[in-house]
């Protein structure tokens, strides 16, 4: 039994802290919340200890791990204090908004031991992984072109997009993984478009976009297309494709059940889709922590970690910077 503390009780904290709860192999060892009714509420729910502090947290004999799901500004400094304490991290994404930040963190945490592993669920998909899987066992041949769709049901509430560091570091950077994960070779190039169709006046005055298309493209010349809208009016919008020689790995949007309705009028009336992320990659945030649980009983480095978060957000920013030069830019240019 592995025993973790939550720090950050937020949206996605609680729901983590639930899922620890009930956990067969993992244990609550107790929440942080710097906003104290946040943790209570937590406690009150799974009767949970709550601590006073990070530092706290950290020190404590009870806790064999952590979870960071705390704003993202504070992520780094919180992953080097669990880290030179000795606690393994799973910590959610993004590491930061700055891939200075970010390797600094690097730098701090290099050569250590402790297991830091990265927030990226949809890793951990059933569908995604199987596609992931299908590839490795040469079931579509050689791979050439992978294809992510990914779109939220609707804009984030505006005071969010303000401190979200943009679509780019907040929403693709899951995709810019997925991407990774899927092609199984680095990415060589980037170019990035990005537009404000959804709600122009608040991406104007954030600098930010709701709208992005990016081409990842490997040395091989592997290629995989993004395409994120914040604004997809039928639902949380999840698919993955990858077509290789002998043919196609799909895994596609997921539904309450299965049943369509065929009448005189219609054909394929489904259910609408799983909305939102907490529902849709539900099984993923159980197997996300039932891979940390056994990287931490291994000791082993864990399955997506911290150089995979740092790589995200390079990518990030590189499709940043070809939106904001309208250019193809190399990776290298970026490290
Ligand atoms: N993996 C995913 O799909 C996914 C989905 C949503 C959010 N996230 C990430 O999870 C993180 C949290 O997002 P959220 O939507 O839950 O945000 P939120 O604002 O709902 O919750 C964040 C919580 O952290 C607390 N907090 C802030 N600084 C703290 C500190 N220093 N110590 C302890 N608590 C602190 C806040 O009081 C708040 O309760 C973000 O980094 C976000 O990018 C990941």
């Known amino acids: 039994m592995i025993r973790i503390a939550v720090l950050g009780c937020g949206r996605i904290g609680v729901m983590h802290a639930a899922n620890i709860a009930s956990h067969p192999r993992a244990g609550l060892a107790g929440v942080f919340d710097i906003h104290a009714p946040a943790a209570a509420g937590v406690a009150a729910k799974t009767g949970a200890r709550v601590f006073a502090s990070a530092e706290a947290v950290f020190a404590s004999d009870e806790v064999d791990a952590v979870l960071i799901a705390t704003a993202t500004d504070t992520h780094a400094d919180l992953i080097e204090m669990a880290v030179a304490a000795g606690k393994p991290v799973l910590c959610e994404k993004p590491t930061d908004l700055s891939l200075e930040r970010v390797n600094r963190c690097a730098t701090v945490i290099a050569g250590t031991k402790v297991p830091v592993q ?3 669920v949809r890793r951990f998909d059933p569908g995604h992984a ?24 609707a804009m984030p509430p505006p005071a969010y997009a303000a401190v979200s560091g943009g679509i780019l570091r907040d929403m693709t950077i899951h995709d810019l993984d997925m991407a990774r994960f899927i092609l199984g070779e680095e990415v060589a190039e980037v170019f990035a478009t990005g537009s404000r169709l959804v709600d122009p006046a608040l991406m104007e005055k954030l600098g930010d976009y709701d709208t992005v298309a990016v081409v990842l493209t490997t040395a091989s010349g592997k290629q995989a297309v993004i395409t994120n809208s914040r604004q997809a009016v039928y639902g949380y919008d ?15 949007n997921r539904r309450a059940h299965a049943m369509t309705l065929h009448t005189a009028g219609f054909t394929d009336r489904a259910e609408p889709l799983l909305d939102f992320f907490i529902e849709r990659y539900r099984e993923a945030f159980d197997a996300e922590i039932a891979a940390f649980v056994e990287a931490v009983e291994a000791g082993q480095p864990p ?6 978060g740092r790589m995200a957000l390079v990518l990030a920013e590189a499709a940043l910077k070809s939106i904001a030069e309208g250019r193809v830019v190399r990776v290298e240019e970026m490290v």
């Open 130 to 153: 199987a596609v992931r899987k299908a590839i490795a066992a040469g079931e579509i041949g050689e791979l050439h072109q992978v294809v992510i769709t990914s779109r939220d049901p």
């Open 303 to 308: 399955v997506v970690g911290f150089e995979d």
């Open 118 to 120: 990265l927030g990226f």
């Open 238 to 252: 999840q698919r993955v494709e990858a077509l290789g020689t002998r043919g196609m790995a799909l895994s596609e």
